[in-house]
């Protein structure tokens, strides 16, 4: 089975840019989960959509923004991009309880100019 | 809000050495979970302890669940390169999202 892929794998944009990251989770998996990674730190909770409606969402400003599709896909759209946005944005997909094992992608690395 | 704490930040050890990672958490924690990120990598699901006072063992590794569901630490048995990465734990409190710490970076020096 394939396991969760993302798209692009590293992009540089420059600031006040808008950015869509797109995910595809694991077949049968219903939960996709973003997170952001900075340099040095953990992964931390952007959201989290569960048959395509939104569970959970972390403190982030409302230029981020994501949705699911009825292919259990996802995109995570940021707006007005800032230098500290860049980072490696992960997805992660579970089968769909809050507390599932999440299965990371190999993320996009958002490089902000 | 719920803060997740790791130490130690980085260590270095000689290939054979035993290392701990510890995890601490504000609040009571649902589950544990614990992922390893090889350098330029994503985080890799490892394990997750969900009863208070649990250990689990994974070959060289040992994973334990403090008795007041708050703490953990992961234990590796004589490291070898392939250990190299960083370790986070990461933590459920009730139905929150899932809270990581900052990890622990490991350096194993052949």
């Known amino acids: 089975d394939a396991g969760v892929t993302q798209s692009p794998t590293h992009l540089i944009k420059t600031r006040g840019q808008q950015v869509t990251l797109r995910c595809s989770p694991i077949?049968?998996?219903?939960?996709v989960s973003w997170y952001q990674q900075v340099l040095g730190q953990g992964p931390q909770f952007i959201f989290q959509?569960?048959?395509?409606?939104?569970?959970g969402r972390g403190n982030f400003p409302d230029r981020f923004s994501a949705r699911q599709f009825p292919n259990y896909s996802s995109e995570l759209n940021v707006n007005a991009l800032l230098l500290g946005d860049s980072a490696l944005y992960l997805c992660?997909?579970?089968?769909?309880?809050?507390?599932?094992?999440?299965?990371f992608g190999p993320g996009t690395r958002l490089t902000v100019l | 809000g719920q803060q997740v704490m790791q130490i130690p930040q980085y260590q270095h050890v000689q290939e054979g050495e035993d290392f701990t990672t510890y995890c601490n958490s504000s609040?009571?924690?649902?589950?544990i979970q614990w992922y390893k990120q090889r350098p330029g990598g994503h985080p890799v699901f490892l394990i997750q302890?969900?009863?208070?006072?649990e250990v689990k063992k994974q070959k060289r590794l040992t994973f334990q669940f403090g008795e007041a569901k708050k703490n953990s630490s992961l234990h590796i048995t004589a490291t070898q390169t392939t250990d190299v990465g960083t370790y986070f734990c990461?933590?459920?409190?009730?139905?929150?999202?899932?809270?990581f710490g900052k990890g622990t970076r490991l350096s194993v020096i052949a």
């Open positions: 992660a997909s579970s089968s769909g309880g809050n507390t599932d094992t999440q299965y």
């Open positions: 077949s049968g998996h219903k939960s």
């Open positions: 959509y569960y048959e395509k409606e939104e569970r």
């Open positions: 609040t009571t924690l649902s589950n």
């Open positions: 302890l969900v009863k208070s006072g």
């Open positions: 990461a933590g459920h409190s009730g139905n929150t999202p899932l809270v």
